[in-house]
């Protein structure tokens, strides 16, 4: 069964303070891993898609990588307009295969 | 830009009712999904369709049904609403498998 977690939880950043969001996965195969943005009461909003191991994708403050266990969500020098939850998703091999999403991570940017 | 669109943003109904959650994209997907988000659990899948009149069950189908007479529109029905049932509802599409989803903006459903 696929797995994905998420850590930390949540996290406060203060404006301009670089940090990172972790995504652990375990898939039989992976086809891809998301990252998603979500701002409360709304739906997620797709960020970034990862297929193998060692791929990197920028935009803007965001940088996400991708080892074979886990993916980074990399932000650096967050603004308060940063501030959401951010959902990991993998999707694996498997024929039929749905995205498996893990729990979160709460960003609160603060000035 | 690919779009789903989620008919009602907010909802309020009684115990008992029969609830239409009814989504729509215009992109030509072959696959449609149905989740329920809650604080602590996370994104849990309820029921999906890979084409039009096809529909399987997801992670929590109880209490639930689906309908899918068009390929564009994805319907989510509650039988009979209990308030164990309010929660935030988010329809998603994708072009096939493999690739990512597109979400809806969500339903706030309140079962009183």
């Known amino acids: 069964e696929d797995q994905v977690t998420q850590s930390p939880e949540a996290l406060r950043l203060q404006e301009g303070e670089s940090s990172s969001l972790n995504c652990s996965y375990t898939v039989s195969g992976l086809r891809g891993l998301f990252w998603y943005r979500q701002d409360p009461g709304k739906g997620p909003e797709f960020l970034f898609t990862l297929y193998s191991a060692g791929e990197e994708k920028e935009k803007e403050r965001l940088k996400a990588t991708l080892t074979k266990k886990e993916s980074f969500l990399h932000i650096t020098a967050p603004k308060p307009e940063d501030s959401a939850t951010y959902l990991c998703a993998v999707h694996s091999n498997a024929v039929g295969s749905k995205l498996t999403f893990g729990t979160g991570t709460r960003l609160q940017v603060t000035l | 830009d690919v779009k789903v669109t989620q008919s009602s943003r907010y909802l309020v109904k009684r115990t008992g009712e029969k609830v239409f959650l009814e989504c729509v994209q215009d992109m030509d997907h072959e696959n449609m999904f149905w989740y329920r988000q809650d604080p602590g659990l996370g994104l849990r899948l309820i029921y999906f369709s890979y084409d039009v009149k096809m529909k399987e069950k997801g992670d929590i189908p109880e209490g639930y049904s689906v309908s899918r007479e068009k390929k564009e529109r994805f319907s989510l029905i509650l039988e009979s609403a209990s308030t164990n049932q309010t929660s935030m509802y988010l329809c998603?599409?994708?072009?096939?498998?493999?690739?990512?989803?597109?979400f809806g903006s969500g339903t706030r459903l309140t079962v009183v």
């Open positions: 998603a599409s994708r072009q096939g498998v493999g690739y990512g989803y597109t």
